[in-house]
Every structure is written in C-alpha cells, then in structure tokens.
C-alpha cells in the first residue's frame, strides 16, 4: 500500500496488522481529494485549521484560553495562554512544528490544555511562516513573544 498524500512516508508492509491497513486506508480515502497543502499555501492552511473549516473539524479550545500580544520585530503576533486553576508549578512553552513553513498555534490546543490541567501556565506559540518572513524571523518571534510574555 502506498502513500498517495506523503512522499517520504514508506509503503506500509502487508504483514501489518488488518486494523493498521484499514485505518491506513481511512487516511488515504480521506486525503486523496483534498488539495494538497503546498498548492493551497501554508497561511491559507492555517487560517483554515482556526477556523474550523479542515478535515479535523472545529478546534476545542480551552475556555479558559486568552490571546495575548507580543511585540515583534515587525509587529504583534498573538499568542495563546491558559492559566493553571490552581497552584502554579512552571511554564510550558509550546512551538508548534510544521518545519517553519505550516502549523499554527492552535495546532497544539490539546497538549496546552492537558499541562494547564497538571498546574502548568501554557504557553501556545505563533510564529510568521517562511512565505512571510525569512528565516531567522521564525525564531526571531518566539523569542520576542518569550520576553514580552510574563
């Protein structure tokens, strides 16, 4: 079985379990008539994935979720942050993935909910895409939004 919508994804042996196959199948089905991301482009991906309108349905983002502003070099990106109820125990600070070129903060709305939930303040990251600005801008706004967050 190959992979229609990765290239670099090896072919899944037929040794595999039925239920990996079938699942396998699922996501191939699902992908196969979807523009790819590359030809939507990377900002339209993530505006689609905030907006509830991908394949992963609406976001559940935390209520208690606040959009914070942090200044950047070239201007304010927000970011999102949830607060522990009760006792804080530390920071966790999470830089979505996507390679600098797609992803998106909310990307990681469960993670961040599951550490506010174990006493953690949270810390989603939001970062320009490399179609919007030219790395080291990537890293240039994490550590802006780390020092003007507090």
């Known amino acids: 079985m190959s992979s229609s919508f990765a290239t670099d994804?090896?072919?899944?042996?037929?040794?595999?379990?039925?239920?990996?196959?079938?699942?396998?199948?699922q996501i191939e089905d699902t992908f196969r008539d979807l523009p790819k991301m590359w030809d939507v482009g990377a900002v339209a991906a993530r505006q689609a994935r905030e907006?509830?309108?991908?394949?992963f349905g609406p976001l559940q983002l935390s209520e208690r979720a606040?959009?914070?502003?942090?200044d950047t070099v070239t201007g304010p990106i927000g970011i999102r942050v949830i607060r522990p109820s009760g006792e804080?125990?530390?920071?966790?600070?999470?830089?979505?993935?996507?390679?600098?070129?797609?992803?998106?903060k909310t990307g990681v709305a469960s993670s961040s909910r599951a550490f506010a939930g174990?006493?953690?303040?949270?810390?989603?990251?939001?970062?320009?895409?490399?179609?919007?600005?030219?790395?080291?801008?990537?890293i240039e706004d994490v550590k802006y939004e780390l020092t003007g967050t507090n």
């Open 51 to 55: 907006e509830g309108r991908s394949i």
């Open 88 to 104: 804080r125990r530390g920071l966790f600070i999470h830089i979505h993935g996507g390679g600098f070129r797609a992803g998106s």
């Open 66 to 70: 606040e959009t914070v502003t942090a």
């Open 9 to 25: 994804v090896p072919d899944i042996p037929a040794t595999a379990p039925p239920e990996v196959l079938e699942f396998n199948q």
């Open 118 to 138: 174990l006493g953690y303040v949270s810390i989603a990251s939001q970062y320009r895409l490399t179609g919007q600005g030219r790395w080291p801008a990537q």
